[in-house]
């Protein structure tokens, strides 16, 4: 698994980036950070995540994360109607 920081997140259109320990960039769409419990990342969050590719586009993204302590980002919360 990677290591990384997340360098910006863009709620409005539901992605982000993580900067790599080698200084690189990683792609991290919504989808992936919802499945990990969050409903977004905060800039300075460090996470975990494997290397995968999104299926639509076959560009590398940060897939199965998992944030590391401290934990900065929102928790997704259950809204009720």
Not at 54 to 74: D, F, K, V, Y
């Given at each position: 698994?990677?290591?990384?920081?997340?360098?910006?997140?863009?709620?409005?259109?539901?992605?982000?980036?993580?900067?790599?320990?080698?200084?690189?960039?990683?792609?991290?769409?919504?989808?992936?950070?919802?499945?990990?419990?969050?409903?977004?990342?905060?800039?300075?969050?460090?996470?975990?995540?494997?290397l995968?590719?999104?299926?639509?586009?076959?560009?590398?993204?940060?897939i199965?994360?998992?944030?590391?302590?401290?934990i900065?980002?929102?928790?997704?919360?259950?809204?009720?109607?």
């Amino acid at each position: 698994m990677a290591l990384g920081v997340c360098k910006f997140w863009r709620a409005h259109f539901g992605f982000g980036l993580f900067e790599l320990e080698d200084g690189c960039d990683l792609f991290v769409d919504v989808s992936q950070v919802r499945r990990a419990g969050f409903s977004a990342l905060t800039q300075g969050q460090r996470a975990r995540f494997e290397l995968g590719s999104n299926a639509s586009t076959g560009r590398a993204m940060a897939i199965n994360l998992q944030l590391l302590e401290p934990i900065i980002s929102p928790e997704v919360t259950s809204t009720a109607f």
